[in-house]
């Protein structure tokens, strides 16, 4: 019984600690995903190719910019983060 108890304590605790977070990811973890997406649109052929890579990156932005929009702190630390990996994302 005591083992039992002791289990699903720390099954709920452990459910509580996961359902804490925002669902924010870092600063950096979106950084990165915007240098794939930008890395996708300086690799990609001219043409519909590019127009596709550019589509899907200004998309995400957008999505990007109404879930953090108000968090200006966050979009600083962004943008620094986004300012160290965009050169090698566009292959420079």
């Known amino acids: 019984m005591k083992k039992n108890l002791l289990l699903l304590s720390a099954i709920v605790l452990s459910l509580s600690l996961v359902s804490c977070g925002d669902g924010k990811k870092s600063a950096k973890a979106v950084a990165q995903e915007w240098c794939e997406l930008n890395g996708k649109v300086a690799k990609a052929a001219a043409g519909p ?10 998309e995400w932005e957008e999505k990007m ?28």
């Not at 127009?51 to 990156?57: K, L, N, P, S, Y």
């Not at 910019?65 to 620094?80: I, M, P, R, T, V």
């Open 65 to 92: 910019e109404a879930k953090y929009k108000g968090d200006d702190a966050f979009q600083k630390e962004l943008e620094k983060e986004a300012e160290k990996c965009e050169a090698a994302s566009e292959g420079r």
């Open 49 to 58: 190719d590019r127009e596709a890579a550019r589509t899907a990156r200004k």
